[in-house]
């Protein structure tokens, strides 16, 4: 069965998935979701909703992310409500003299590049954390990092989509791609062939695999991570709060377990509690040792937190690339097939920007940023010595 | 904790009780660890005077003597230092490890000062049941609350809950509560019952296969005609009235589906306290986090797939009671026989002993239970005539009205999607509420129940506990 064609095919209804189908459609592109399971059923369903600046170090993941918070808060800013948009503000927290130093040079960085970032010493921190650890020597204030509700965001961005004509098809699973030639047409799925003039991968963490279908090397790989969901709350964090460290562990690409502490409320009243990372395939056996250094870590930062509940744990698959960028634009080793996946923990935050700028592309536009420091085919045709599996 | 369980009985109810009984006659480590601080767990729920040498069976109770029994067994074996048991711990978690030894993540009291692994060869989990709960307006209301509560209370403060009560739902369950608060001195102003119970003849041939069914029932029919207490059929709660607790209660004829025919209701004024009841929801939170095949039973319930042995799908870990499908506390007791000498015989290298005459009781319970699960069924039509505004998630506050939204207008169409929208099923309780009805918005009912029932610790750990986790014996 083949059914009617489309200008875009968008593989994974996850929020890189979602954006691309909205900043598609209203460029004019018809639209095809498809999604192995329930939209935002992987890697969107099971993380934080970070909109963050903080974390970020200069450069062309600097620049996207700059791109993105421009439209949460600007184009974007009519849907807030409905996605639980909040400019919180995030602190980073250092507690130690040699991790204020370190903190020091990143934010100096990072104000040049036009982040807003103001140095704090411990009383002022106390002052907008009145529960933090009295340990903290100094902290770092950025008052443009956001959070959103990520299933919202996925929802709303499919329902106007939707809205606008594009089709999203749930349980349905890609089995292989159609082709002309060399050129890639569309794809063969468990509901159907679905032809489109363009192939968009948004598998996230599972890109590799949808990639090594379309015959291209694409190293994404999964980083798992745990978050902890506390008992409802009265507000007593009031900002996206993590620990220092928090940014090495970001830039590591060491696969065995890292953990740093990333605290912070919900509009629900419940407290998220961070951050793991390590490389363990698409394991779901239960790391007790990640639980148990989350929770060390969140009680330094808090100590009030050590009587608080913890109703449930998640892990997610944050789709990692071997130098911290994402993949973005059309593949050059196969006509027809694009990307938009590689993200690691900051998918979210990027998510609109990359829909908005990938779907300039498709539309034959110039985009807004240069997306060839995210080149797809940069990686190569073979994984590189020492890289992840 | 410095060496290995060889059998672990997790729940100290009927099934539980059984099992470490029977596992102590084949094994000398065995550990049974229970939440509550005595044992007997829901059906045997007591007081602690109850437990004093020649204390009078409580009125309320049935097969107290097979409580006595299987008490004085345990005592026996942990006299001869064969078993040990573990009051007030909660198992947190269980996980399957890699070589083949099963880990229980222990917490010692609620908030959990501390929290334990324990390594055990095998593990018999009877973990028990919860009532099933299905919405209706006014079900927020103070004086609302499970008929298992209601009985629950009885047994342990001795008192009812309230002076005048009303209970509703379906199912058989509501008479023993019905009952308990009679007992206890209590007035019962109506039992609504929404089947009509054709198909359902309590002397027939089911009932025949377990007499003591058939007693149990005549007793509660007598007691209830001493006092005059309404049995109505076909009859279900449509509203609940009160401003700070439940003062009347609005009832309805109920259709074929279980939905409420308008123009039916007849107000029952001066109710102190509402006891809902649609059957049990096994707790298959642990079942389900040791990865073990499950299915749905006929009363839709998510239950482990267990062979004669009672062995589930997890080598070493066995199943009974409940988590197999709700039969009650006497088909309860056989299973967890066979399961505790299953378990020591596999760890002995010992083939288990098999008993025809626990197998057979097991098998009369089973056919008794499958007959009155369908005669009871939840009624499909509970939602039909909801009000919009109606809470389904308690803890959450989330309404029917932004439930619908959600799925007719954002697609979510699956309970993991709601959940994940509207969240539903992630406050303080973890969906256990209002589980049975969010498995009706999906469209795949096993994924649904399977979806709802995961939850990835038991029971609420403070972050101080978890920090303080040790390894135990690695």
Known sequence: MTARGTDVLVIGAGAVGAAVAHYCTLQGLSVRVVDRGAPGGGTSSRCEGNILVSDKERGPELDLANYSLALWHGELAEHAESWELERKGGIIVASRETSLVSLRRALTAQREHGIEVQEIDAEALLALEPHVSPGAVGAAFYPDDSQVMPMQVVAHLLALARGRGAEVLPYCEVTGLMREGERIIGARTTRGDLPAGAVVDAAGPWAARFSALAGVHLPIAPRRGYVMVTEPLPPRVFHKVYAAEYIDDVGTSDTSLQSSPVVESTPAGSILIGSSREQVGFSDAISREALQRIAANATALFPFLRDVHVLRHYHGFRPYSPDHLPAIGADARATGLWHATGHEGAGIGMSVGTGKLLAQALAGHRPDLDLDPFDPARFGDAAPAGGPR | MSEIA?????????????????????????????????????????????????????????????????????????????????????????????????????????????????????????????????????????????????????????????????????????????????????????????????????????????????????????????????????????????????????????????????????????????????????????????????????????????????????????????????????????????????????????????????????????????????????????????????????????????????????????????????????????????????????????????????????????????????????
């Open chain 2, 6 to 474: 060889a059998v672990v009985v997790i729940g100290a109810g009927p099934a539980g009780l059984a099992a470490a009984a029977e596992a102590a006659r084949g094994s000398d480590r065995v550990l049974l660890v229970d939440a509550g601080p005595r044992l007997g767990g829901q059906f045997w729920r007591h007081g602690a005077k109850d437990d004093l040498p020649q204390a009078p069976a409580p009125r309320w109770h049935h097969g107290w003597d097979t409580y006595l029994e299987l008490r004085t067994d345990l005592e026996r074996a942990e006299a001869a230092g064969r078993l040990e048991h573990l009051a007030s711990t909660h198992v947190a978690a269980l996980d399957v490890r890699e070589d083949g030894l099963l880990a229980l993540h222990l917490a010692l009291s609620p908030t959990g000062e501390q929290l334990t692994t324990l390594l055990a060869e095998t593990v018999v989990l009877c973990p028990g049941a919860y009532d099933r709960q299905l919405p209706v307006a006014g079900w927020t209301l103070p004086g609302v609350m499970a008929a298992g509560g209601v009985q629950a209370f009885v047994k342990v403060q001795e008192q009812v809950p309230g002076r005048r009560v009303l209970l509703a739902g379906t199912g058989p369950f509501l008479l023993a509560a019905a009952a308990s608060v009679l007992q206890a001195g209590g007035e019962v102003a109506a039992i609504c019952e929404s089947g009509d119970l054709t198909g359902w003849v309590p002397r027939g041939a089911s009932a025949a296969l377990v007499p003591g069914k058939g007693r149990e029932g005549a007793q509660y029919a007598a007691l209830l005609v001493r006092h005059r207490v309404p049995y109505l059929r076909r009859r279900v709660v449509s509203r609940i009235h009160g401003t700070d607790r439940v003062e009347s209660v609005e009832i309805s004829r109920a259709d074929d589906r279980g939905a409420q025919v308008p123009g039916t209701a007849q107000v029952l004024e001066d109710i102190d306290v509402v006891g809902l009841g649609w059957g049990f929801v096994p707790q298959a939170e642990l079942l389900l986090q040791a990865g073990a095949a499950s299915r749905l039973d006929v009363d839709g319930s998510l239950v482990g797939v267990v062979d004669g042995e009672q062995a589930s799908s997890v080598p070493g870990l066995f199943l009974a009671g409940e988590i197999t499908g709700v039969t009650g506390a006497s088909g309860a007791v056989a299973e967890g026989r066979i399961a505790g000498r299953a378990a020591a015989g596999r760890v002995s290298g010992r083939a288990a002993e098999s008993s025809r005459k626990d197998a057979s009781a097991r098998s009369r319970h089973r056919l008794f239970a499958s007959a009155m699960h369908r005669a009871h069924p939840a009624p499909a039509g509970w939602a039909d005539s909801l009000d919009e505004g109606t809470v389904v998630c308690r803890c959450e506050e989330v309404t029917l009205a932004e439930i619908t939204a959600a799925r007719d207008e954002l697609g979510a169409r699956d309970p993991r999607s709601l959940k994940g929208v509207t969240r539903a099923g992630m406050g303080m309780c973890q969906g256990r509420i209002c589980a049975a009805a969010m498995t009706c918005f999906g469209t795949d009912p096993l994924e649904a129940a399977r979806t709802t029932a995961k939850r990835p610790f038991a029971l609420p750990l403070t972050l101080g506990t978890l920090a303080s986790a040790e390894e135990g014996t690695e």
